[in-house]
């Protein structure tokens, strides 16, 4: 009986051994030797698709990249739908459905950018990529495309817009569905792809649109392409993202501009009231001052302890962006983002420089941002910020002021604002996570990085409520990518690995 018993305890080791802990479609090796076999055609793709523009603003833009997608994704078998939205420009839906698939992820990317500036680049113009290398003085310099034909070296890097934020992303998944193909495998889960068009322009439709179409975009999950991984731009795996909310106050003067040595101690002044009312939102350390803007987060010790397994470079991080010391809203990086911020993003009075006048100016003009986490109302929060205003002696408009309110209150603000989007988080131990980081872990030998939630903002949280989904951040490009900002750009070396990725989170099979 021992001897049986010895013998079906073996059996059972040798079976279990055969089967892989997380189960996956291909190895690593496969999935690199797969994946890199599509990067001459990737990087063709890539520089035809930035070749688009694609600033929102203008549509008739917006529709040729619309066609080029409808195009890209239908030649792989996606059945596309153009769903439209209040707006004049539509979402994208590309859906595909495999045989024994249990479940269906649904998948975000954006393909509109900022505007461009063409003369604040260092190349012909923003939507004619080049490719580039560092020279021995760190200057980058543009080189042939064939060089490419020899080599294809990680930190070469593609500059033009969107190179980055977001088409790059979409390339580097369209490569994987064709090495998907190579590789003879189809996943265990349903695809649809959904595609933004606005997002630059704060998806300003989305929300609306993900109810009104929502039994279209029903999925089990919800996978993001989107933003650089963590600045060590190691494999990173991110479970939320602030939402935004965004202010507009103007403090009024005179009613056009007078000469300040007639009036200079006679006029209040509206740039110095709109610099009092600022100041008084905020401690010294940049901790904000309003009563109750912080209720309801805590940090505790288990929190703590995933935010201390990133691994930040304190010290770094301050000298790359120049700066002595921080604002004390959190004890490090990681912590302060937990929190709702308020910053001033940009400020507007009279003339300034070569174009400088001695007026006491009509108004002044503060922007003002705010990122929101999960525990925070962002009602509440501009309730909370009007209340301040007026216990500062403000009689808040919502527009131009009125003769008789000019005559009647002596400082007058307009007040406007608007919620793009809330914040979202999902738990690192949910469905998704578990699977998302095993495909991590077959693809690097190792667990990524695990940021709970990122400080910048994307239009997820109208997803991860009406269609009741958890949601993660597969971010793929270059952490110095230079988004948003003139010489856009994407490390080839990242493009590579962001094919490799996706490709593994294909491959990856739900335990």
Known sequence: MTNKITQFLFLCFLVASLVPAKAQKLKRNQIESYADAELPKTVENLITFLSIPNDAQYPANIKKNIEWLNSEFSDRGFEVELLPTAGEIPIMLASTSYKKAEKTVLMYFHADGQAIDSTKWFQPHPYKPVLKAQDESGNWEIIDWNSLDSEFNDEWRVFGRSASDAKGPIIMFLSALDAMKAAKFTPDFNLKIIIDFEEEQGSPNLPAAVTTHKDKLAADMLVIFD????????????????????????????????????YGNYAPNPALRLSKLLASMKDEEGRVTIPGFYDGITLDEETKKILGA????????????????????????????????????????????????????????????MRLVPECDPEKLISLIKKHIESQGFYITSGEPTEEERMKYPKIVAFKYSVSYAAFRTDFNSEIGNWLSNAYVNLFGEEPVKIRISGGSIPISPFVATLDVPAVTVPNVNPDNNQHSPNENLRLGNLK?????CLAILAQKFD
């Not at 301050?318 to 990086?333: L, R, S, W």
């Not at 690995?497 to 990725?501: E, H, L």
Request: net charge positive.
């Open 497 to 501: 690995r962001g094919v490799r990725t």
């Open 227 to 262: 933003g650089p991984p963590h600045i060590t731009n190691k494999p990173t795996l991110t479970f939320g993202a602030r939402g935004i909310s965004d202010i507009t106050l103007t403090t009024y003067g005179p009613r056009v501009p007078q000469h300040s040595g007639h």
């Open 310 to 369: 990133v691994p930040d470079d304190e010290a770094m991080i301050q000298k790359k962006i120049g700066i002595a010391a921080t604002d004390k809203v959190g004890n490090n990086y990681q912590e302060s983002i937990q929190y709702p911020s308020l910053n001033i993003r940009g400020l507007q009075c009279a003339w300034v420089g070569k174009e400088a006048r001695t007026i006491v100016p009509a108004t002044a003009t503060a922007e003002i941002d």
